[in-house]
């Protein structure tokens, strides 16, 4: 397999870099006077007067971050960033920007754990990430790791070879990127802080004056690991670093010199992870009994037990069962004691202070939750292999009896067995009915032999031996490519919470915690595992669709859910609505706008609730019990959309698809889901010279030395829920920041904007009495520029140029849509969010010639017209969303609401009508909508279809039976 193919230029990725090229805008490195030293060092880079807080200042405006994180005299730079997004990419791509601007080549990395080393030097060392970096700098990686050192008999001590090898490296900055890693445990050894008697050019004897000769640029991963008080960062001060960037999705509030912040909400939300969907297995015995220790030492722990309101008292010792304390441990014992504090084999520590309900242990609910996982896995797998470019999920269960895994057979019973029994018997029951080749073959592979579909890694497991045993590590710990090969069955994998930190699989779909994580811990790194997006069979990015990450957890954890959306919101500083001591029409409004529920209805529910008084005054605790219940309208504008973390045991809504419809419909519904291509017709290169150079003169005012971004806020809806859009502006001012070269500008604005290179160069020559180009070579401005070119050609277009549109598929190859199967046999069902989120009331009926059996609606206009009977209609339905997308100049795509078939008054077919509601009134809609309307009616006159389709747009104040009259 040829590796990882990284996306080049992920929007956020590459912002963040620019951030830090930016702030050393106008800035110069210069080479040490001493030679030999300059040979092997970092350039100085060095700021003038109050250059770094006017660049600083500048960065902060641009990426809207407030001004108080600024520390003056500090060389710490901070990234913030979201797990799950890249951060170990990022600050690669970082090193070869840095050398590539100012010269600076050593860098070193500094990790917390020896798992996220491992991580990281695979990352930095794999052929995927050296080619990836290599076609775009022409430079090589070079890694040096720094390990423990091995006894030596020779009298002499020598300074570590890794320390060595990267001190004496040529620094170059055309040849190689050297990167010396680092973890905090070798940091704080007697191994760099030592004095050597064979010294590093007779001149130093330790490993932390040899690195800090080199003026080293140091990148600190995991912040909150290294707090600024401790012997770890007293330590990181030794190296003198030049700057010192901490990248991590936490600072504890410690942030100082912030350049750039993609917060949770923001990944979230711009679809950058997974969405996040809870299983939570109820259990309605027991759910009050609780195991808490009274007191331990080094001999014996006394656990007290409270179960229907008896307590009793039971002590043990090292290597006794947990099941002396409660039944329903079994499958834990007492690894270890000290004071207060017992350690259990599953990993948990517990404290006088942890509470532990012990039916959470229970065989049956883990049985249930493995079912459940394995099963909807198989679901996920058929979906994911069976589309034209495949996509391999994995399913990761954390466990408590390792032995009953690992032991596998000879235990009767055991874990390993009835794992291996239920997907043995849930593959032989796909394979009845399956027909699609390629999986069907997979799942036959699979069945062959059982043990190879799973594998698992503890930290016992350093010490086997087992052939097999070795490779299931390897591929779970260094070879993703071979653990999400198509050739490679093993889809399952089992860990003991060992993969917390310094592993993830962009594959991992599902997470299963058959064990607690050990205390109250951040739901947000527990569900890190699994959360960034996953890579298809090529290993590149699968990116424009929405996955989901499935986590179930037991009981005790039922609030998973809303806690996860707590801190996601709370960690991104979204805004908590003021404790109300009323209940407000606003209030009122925002929980029928979140929530599909009726005014009465919600009132009284609140009222059975005890949370408000007749006159609508909060009750004491009133307003946490309404908050309990209605959880989304305590969130601000800018907080985690409702569908981003939602609770899976919610089952999704359906509606219905009427057959006999379908058929009506099918000749209208396969002609508007045509393939097409948007040809631009603009005659020669002197008409597209002409626009470009339009678009330029008409935003010359863009282009200032100075000036403050304007951020735009839209208000946009999502599940019936309101919420406001940040976007970027279109009337951003450009900056003067320059760190490209002309040419190199000019190649990229070309290949950005699809366009003539020459014909590009001479608009900038013809206008460089207006515009000096030169003032702005940066990415931001060819950001800026193809932002506003695309809307000024969507703006001109049937204006200044004509457009067409070329079909490039037929009914052969339409199939599947999102109402028939590969075969075009209409579906049974679909997810009525995909019709609408709104259901209709009880007195609601769907027009007889409606396609669909349930009232699902966006809007009242929408309900109207589903709801409406008009003799003229033979069928009808609404568009399911972004099913159909129709292009428009300028890049975006344009989707209609409802497809019509028409008969005359004869009761003959005369006539297809696609309709586009717009719930306001024609005035009211914006110049982009116009446009993308006008595409639209050139669309539909274009298909190639022996049926005649029209289109028109619905509005307001209109009825849908008036526009349909006029058609007839």
């Not at 424009?544 to 996601?568: C, H, M, P, R």
């Not at 805004?575 to 005014?599: G, M, S």
């Not at 829920?721 to 070269?741: G, T, W």
Request: net charge neutral.
């Amino acid at each position: 397999m040829a590796g990882f193919n990284f996306e080049r230029d992920l929007e956020h990725q590459k912002q963040a870099v620019e951030s830090v090229i930016k702030l050393f805008d106008d800035v110069g490195a210069k080479e040490l006077k001493n030679k030999a030293q300059a040979n092997i060092s970092n350039p100085n880079i060095k700021f003038s007067g109050s250059k770094f807080v006017e660049n600083l200042r500048k960065v902060q405006e641009y990426n809207g971050i407030d001004k108080k994180y600024f520390k003056r005299g500090s060389n710490l730079l901070d990234i913030s960033m979201e797990t799950g997004t890249g951060k170990t990419y990022t600050y690669t791509k970082m090193m070869f920007e840095l050398n590539k601007h100012l010269g600076q080549s050593k860098f070193i990395v500094i990790v917390p754990t020896l798992s996220i080393k491992a991580g990281t030097v695979s990352f930095l060392n794999a052929k995927a990430t050296k080619e990836h970096f290599r076609q775009e700098y022409s430079r090589d990686i070079k890694t040096y790791i720094v390990e423990s050192k091995k006894s030596n008999k020779s009298k002499k001590e020598y300074m570590p070879q890794a320390v060595k090898e990267f001190v004496e490296a040529h620094s170059t900055p055309n040849k190689k990127i050297h990167i010396l890693i680092i973890n905090q445990g070798m940091i704080n050894s007697d191994t760099m802080d030592k004095t050597y008697d064979v010294n590093l050019f007779d001149t130093y004897n330790t490993p932390f004056k040899a690195l800090a000769s080199l003026q080293p640029i140091v990148i600190v991963d995991e912040p909150h690991k290294f707090k600024v008080d401790n012997k770890t960062w007293k330590n990181i001060e030794k190296f003198q670093a030049q700057w010192i960037f901490r990248y991590g999705a936490t600072f504890d509030a410690k942030e100082e010199n912030l350049l750039y912040k993609l917060s949770a909400v923001d990944a979230f939300n711009n679809d950058l992870v997974k969405g996040v969907v809870t299983f939570v297995e109820e259990f309605s015995d027991g759910q009050n009994a609780v195991v808490k220790l009274k007191s331990a030492d080094s001999n014996k722990a006394t656990f007290e037990v409270s179960e229907n309101g008896k307590k009793s008292e039971v002590s043990i010792g090292k290597k006794e069962s947990m099941s002396k304390v409660h039944r329903e441990m079994n499958d834990v014992i007492v690894d270890n004691l000290k004071k207060n504090c017992a350690v259990l084999s599953n990993g948990l520590e517990v404290t006088t202070k942890t509470h532990i309900n012990p039916y959470s242990y229970s065989e049956s609910i883990q049985d249930k939750m493995m079912q459940k996982t394995i099963i909807n896995h198989f679901e996920i797998e058929k979906k994911l292999l069976t589309r034209e470019v495949k996509i391999k999920p994995l399913s990761l269960f954390f466990i408590d009896d390792i032995e009953g895994y690992r032991d596998g057979h000879e235990i009767a019973g055991s874990l390993k067995t009835k794992f291996e029994r239920l997907v043995k018997g849930h593959i032989e029951k796909l394979l009845v009915e399956e027909t699609h080749g390629f999986y069907r073959e997979y799942l036959q592979k699979s069945l062959a032999n059982i043990s190879l579909t799973h594998g698992g890694y503890f930290s016992k497991d350093n010490s086997e031996t087992s052939q097999e045993i070795e490779q299931e590590i390897n591929e779970i710990l260094h070879d993703k490519e071979e653990l999400l090969s198509l050739d490679n069955p093993r889809r399952f994998i089992f860990s003991k919470w060992t993969l917390r930190e310094g592993w993830d699989n962009p594959n991992v779909f599902q997470i299963c915690k058959l064990r607690s994580s050990g205390s109250v811990t951040s739901k947000l790194q527990e569900v890190g595992r699994g959360l960034r997006l996953p890579v298809n069979e090529f290993m590149s990015r699968v990116k424009g669709e929405q996955f989901e990450l499935n986590y179930y957890v037991d009981f005790t954890e039922k609030n998973f859910a809303q806690s996860l959306v707590d801190e996601i919101n709370a960690k991104s500083e979204a805004k908590i609505v003021e404790n109300p001591t009323k209940l407000t029409d606003d209030l009122i409004a925002k929980i029928l706008t979140h929530y599909e529920i009726e005014e009465e209805e919600l009132l009284e529910t609140l009222d059975e609730m005890g949370a408000i008084k007749r006159n609508n005054d909060f009750k004491d605790g009133g307003w946490e019990k309404l908050k309990e219940k209605y959880p989304a309208i305590v969130i601000s504008s800018d907080g985690l959309k409702s569908n981003k973390v939602r609770n899976g045991n919610q089952p999704k809504k359906k509606t219905t698809i009427r057959a006999g419809k379908y058929q009506e419909l099918k000749e209208l519904w396969e002609t508007i889901n045509q393939k097409v291509v948007l040809e631009y017709k603009i005659e020669d290169e002197d008409k597209f010279y002409n626009l470009l150079k339009g678009y330029l003169k008409e935003n010359l005012k863009k282009f200032k030395e100075q000036g403050v971004e304007t951020h735009t806020r839209k208000i946009e809806f999502e599940n019936s829920v309101a919420y406001y859009k940040e976007i970027e502006s279109l009337n951003d001012e450009i900056l003067p920041i320059s760190y490209m070269k002309y040419n190199e500008f000019l190649i990229e604005l070309a290949t950005t904007l699809k366009v003539n290179i020459s014909t590009l160069h001479k608009v900038f020559y013809d206008l460089q009495n207006e515009l000096n180009i030169n003032l702005y070579l940066n990415m931001q401005t060819i950001r800026t520029i193809r932002g506003g070119f695309n809307k000024y050609l969507l703006d001109n277009a049937m204006d200044k140029f004509s457009i067409g549109y070329n079909q490039i598929s037929n009914t052969m190859h339409i199939h599947p849509t999102a109402l028939t199967d590969n075969n075009g046999k209409p579906l049974e069902e679909i997810d009525s969010s995909a019709v609408g989120v709104i259901e209709g009331s009880s007195i609601d009926r769907v027009a007889s010639n409606y396609l669909f059996e349930e009232v699902f609606f966006d809007s009242e206009l929408e309900r109207e017209n589903i709801t409406a009977e008009i003799t003229e209609v033979t069928v009808f339905t609404k568009i399911p969303k972004n099913s159909i997308k129709i292009p428009v100049a300028g890049g975006g795509t344009y989707s209609p609401d409802f497809a019509y078939v028409l008969k005359n008054k004869d009761g003959k077919q005369t006539l297809n009508l696609i309709v586009e509601t717009k719930n306001k009134d024609k005035r009211d809609l914006y110049t982009d909508e116009k446009k993308k309307i006008a595409h639209a009616q050139e669309f539909f006159k274009s298909v190639n279809s022996d049926i005649e389709v029209k289109f028109e747009s619905q509005f307001k104040s209109e009825k849908i039976k008036e526009i349909i009259k006029n058609f007839i």
